[in-house]
């Protein structure tokens, strides 16, 4: 597989959908579950080893309009990237892990500072064991440092679009039921730093394990729970969350599944008095419409409950006396949200197409607390020939503060990539678009961008066991 298509495509194949509630709830990728038709291992990837890849590039950048709060300069900055991902599969269970590192240097930081030297090393490490015909039990391990954040919903931070992280992501390990089933975590989609819109240092970790029991041929129930937390820097809030639930699967058909689950999730901040609790119950089907098509719904609710310290407006008279409008007070706020997802997934030969959207409650990004989340992807990858590949990557997401800081966020990004076989495992690259991002009222900053580069990604495993 050309790197092209490795930058485009597995950064994007799936919606960040364990994020937030509005996908199975608290924080980590979407599970491959227990296949009830399946009398084998009920494992999805077939991969005998691991394969390592490197990356230079060199970006331009050119902000559009005057950005708030910035410097409305050019840009130019270098990344070195690279890694090793992959997965192996025996007869009764599955491992798959993979590593991210890159550098790159910018003469201008979205945090205000100049000249700064942004790293990224992040590294996922999953196992998934057969215990009989009925159990199944799985443990899951994300977690990193990166400047800006990590995945596909972080503006400017590390993450498989082509150009913003320079270089590929971990790729993702999306698949299986849809009743919560805990399996593998996909790090682009981490829920924890992958809605980040400024580029101070994040470190993050995010762990889960999950029991599935097979109760009949077509159905199956299962528990699952986790633990993460995020530290930012820039004076930028922590957040330690913790989550678990429930759900059960039933196979209607081959290519047809019907599932709910049910989560809960504790969201706490570090330094500040409080914290958030939220509930969601969702009910989806999944089903293959043809060997190439796949379409995923879910629907449901989430309900959402806050403690924290907030101000009050004082009695005229008081307020006089006093000399000041407002006070401060311990203050409870529930809310209700409609939690959704769809995902439509198209594979072919030589091509690749994914659309997605997903509605629900997610931990913030340390600009907003406990916040209602939409996010938007669009994704496509081509390969043409045996040279040249293509892929298309595009992004929307929108944080909207429901506790204490009542703002909102937002960030976009498209971008296309361009690869060329030059000889053997070496490609040149070529990629460019657009990234925006905006705070309500403080700043937002926009800018276009485009870059060349090399990379080295072997067709065949290197390491094998």
Do not use: C
């Amino acid at each position: 597989m050309k790197l092209a298509m490795l930058l485009g495509i597995l950064a994007i194949s799936s919606l960040p959908v364990g994020a937030q509630s509005g996908g199975v709830g608290g924080f980590g990728g979407e599970p491959i579950g227990l296949q009830q038709g399946d009398t084998g291992t009920g494992f999805q990837s077939q991969n005998v080893g691991f394969f390592p890849w490197l990356s230079v590039n060199g970006i331009y950048s050119h902000p559009l309009g005057t950005s708030i709060g910035l410097a409305n300069s050019d840009r130019m900055g270098g990344t070195f990237s690279g890694g090793v991902g992959g997965s192996k599969a025996w007869q009764t269970s599955e491992v798959q892990a993979g590593y991210v590192g890159s550098g790159s240097y910018n003469n201008q930081s979205l945090s205000g500072a100049a000249r700064r030297w942004r790293q990224t090393h992040v590294g996922n490490v999953g196992y998934v064991k057969q215990l009989t015909q009925q159990w199944q039990v799985s443990l899951s391990q994300v977690g990193g440092l990166s400047d800006g954040g990590y995945g596909i919903g972080s503006a400017f931070g590390a993450s498989g679009v082509p150009g913003l992280g320079g270089g590929a992501g971990l790729g993702s390990f999306l698949g299986g039921d849809i009743s919560g089933n805990g399996g593998f975590q996909d790090p682009n989609q981490n829920g924890l730093v992958d809605a980040e819109i400024l580029d101070t240092r994040t470190k993050f970790s995010s762990s889960r394990a999950s029991l599935a029991y097979r109760l009949t041929e077509r159905l199956s129930a299962n528990g699952t729970g986790g633990a993460g937390f995020a530290r930012r820097g820039n004076g930028l809030s922590g957040v330690n969350a913790y989550t678990g639930g429930g759900g059960l699967n039933y196979q209607i058909t081959q290519n047809t599944q019907i599932g709910g689950n049910y989560m809960h999730s504790n969201v706490d901040y570090v330094g500040l008095f409080g914290g958030s609790r939220y509930d969601t119950v969702q009910a989806g089907f999944q089903t293959k419409l043809t060997q190439q098509l796949q379409i995923t719904a879910q629907g449901g609710a989430a309900r959402l409950n806050s403690t924290f310290v907030g101000p009050v407006a004082l009695p005229p008279d008081l307020a006089a006396l006093l000399g000041v409008g407002s006070t401060l007070e311990v203050q409870r706020v529930s809310t209700n949200a409609v939690a959704v997802r769809v995902l439509l997934s198209y594979n072919a030969r030589n091509s690749h197409f994914n659309a997605g959207y997903n509605r629900g409650v997610a931990p913030g990004n340390g600009v907003v607390f406990t916040s209602l989340r939409d996010s938007v992807v669009l994704g496509y990858g081509w390969k043409v020939g045996q040279k040249l590949g293509l892929s298309f990557t595009a992004s929307y997401n929108r944080l909207s503060g429901r506790v204490g800081i009542m703002k909102v966020t937002q960030s976009a990004q498209g971008g296309t990539a361009l690869s060329y076989k030059l000889f053997s495992s070496v490609s040149a690259t070529a990629q460019g678009g657009y990234r925006y991002t905006t705070i309500t009222g403080v700043r937002q900053f926009r800018e276009l961008y485009a870059g060349f580069g090399l990379t080295w990604h072997p067709g065949d495993a290197v390491f094998t066991f």
